[in-house]
């Protein structure tokens, strides 16, 4: 049972291979550190969810570099912190790359400046699978099996991002978003 036990005491059990400590570490503790993310990042909860979980996978393995097992919350917060500056850096880096690709598009005949900047910015919005989809399945010719190949996603939702993506880049450049 390690219901009672301080923060401490279930550092100390995990610390000896109490996977059941550990389990109640992160019950304990998984709201504050969600809450946190989500007030940090603004960008909705499955993000947010999903660095917490990076969090406690990290704090898990490297649990033995954890000082003060007393301070295990602030310790965790503090690795849910460098995972989220992490996961923006990346979005920044993966933006940067797609506005690179974007711009050695040569644009089909007839597609004015503010068309294809406004195309630009729409791709720039997309989520970021939807976008790799977007830019497999549309822009670069393949085919729905070998994008979900690639990016390995369920053939499903390759369709479906496709589908969601166009409609938005269409929607974007003034054009019916129901094709």
């Known amino acids: 049972m390690t219901g009672g036990l301080s923060d401490a005491e279930l550092v100390g059990r995990a610390l000896t291979g109490s996977d059941q400590a550990f389990s109640r570490l992160v019950e304990r503790h998984q709201a504050a550190v969600r809450a946190f993310l989500r007030r940090f990042l603004g960008s909705g909860w499955a993000e947010a969810d999903d660095i917490a979980q990076e969090a406690f996978l990290a704090g898990w393995s490297s649990l033995r570099s954890l000082k003060d097992p007393a301070g295990f919350r602030p310790w965790l917060c503090g690795i849910a ?13 993966g933006a940067a790359r797609d506005a690179g690709w974007l711009e050695t598009l040569d644009p089909p005949a007839g597609i004015s400046a503010e068309e294809r900047m406004a195309l630009a910015d729409a791709m720039r919005e997309l989520p970021g699978e939807v976008r790799a989809c977007v830019a497999l399945c549309l822009a670069d010719g393949w085919s729905h099996g070998d994008a979900a190949t690639a990016l390995g996603l369920p053939l499903g939702t390759v369709k479906s991002h496709v589908s969601r993506g166009r409609a938005r880049l269409l929607k974007a450049l003034g054009g019916p978003d129901d094709a």
Do not use: C, S, V
Not at 83 to 91: H, L, N, T, V
């Open 81 to 93: 912190w460098r995972k989220a500056q992490d996961r923006i850096r990346g979005a920044r880096r």
